[in-house]
């Protein structure tokens, strides 16, 4: 775990799980800001200042944002639509990350960033080990989904998951439980699933956080607002193993 030094948008420390070798940095990491504030309105990129990585330049990775607005205020139909995108994120230097600012969400309340990320160093010239991929079998408590396109690998420090999943019911009033047979254990770390559309003029798609612990995904309840027909939801991230 490492503790961020400061930043330039006017962020509160930031804690960071990560695993740090001479090939690969995973970060970990949620946080929310004030778009309003006036060091996030005066940076042109986001920058997290860090003590010493393992390495000082990494090639372009991605994270997420997301941030939340009620729309149609006062009417029958007056929705909280939750949503959010990916950004392009970078080690700039062994005690600086970088993450691109998108102003899309800028006139919001709060906006919320997610490092789920590995970063790999630029311009090394090493031979490429091929990781093994991890069969799962994934299944779900309380929602009528099915997934594709699932994709898992498990290294000593860290993992990747990869997922597509159906849509699920325009009612649905529960968690979202999914069970992952087969994924470590010893992860414990905040996740994105997106690609739900949604019928307002606010750019991004629908997206919610869960947490993923024990080889579960949790999901809290989903807005009824949010529909995968004819779209396709995924969840994405790299994680830090507790070892």
Not at 126 to 134: H, M
Request: charged residues 20%; hydrophobic residues 35%; negative net charge.
């Amino acid at each position: 775990m490492i503790y961020s030094t400061g930043n330039n948008f006017g962020c509160s420390a930031i804690e960071i799980k990560d695993y740090q070798s001479e090939k690969v940095i995973v970060m970990n990491a949620l946080f929310t800001i004030d778009p309003k504030n006036e060091a996030y309105r005066n940076a042109s990129v986001l920058e997290i200042y860090v003590p010493d990585l393992a390495f000082g330049k990494s090639s372009n990775s991605s994270c997420f944002m997301r941030s939340e607005q009620l729309k149609w205020q006062g009417m029958s139909y007056e929705t909280l639509y939750e949503v959010g995108t990916c950004l392009t994120t970078w080690i700039k230097d062994k005690n600086t990350i970088c993450i691109e600012k998108l102003p899309i969400y800028d006139e919001m309340e709060s906006v919320t960033f997610i490092l789920s990320t590995l970063y790999v160093q630029k311009g090394k010239r090493s031979k490429i080990e091929k990781s093994s991929v991890t069969k799962l079998t994934i299944t779900y408590t309380n929602t009528d989904m099915y997934e594709s396109d699932v994709c898992c690998v498990v290294e000593d420090g860290w993992c990747f998951f990869h997922a597509e999943f159906s849509e699920y019911g325009r009612y649905l009033d529960k968690d979202m439980i999914i069970n992952l047979e087969g994924f470590p254990t010893d992860v414990n770390v905040d996740v994105f699933l997106t690609g739900f559309p949604h019928q307002a003029d606010i750019p991004g798609a629908g997206t919610f956080i869960g947490r993923v612990e024990n080889g579960v995904i949790t999901i809290p309840a989903p807005s009824s607002t949010n529909t995968a027909t004819g779209h396709t939801p995924f969840m994405m991230f790299f994680a830090v193993r507790d070892k």
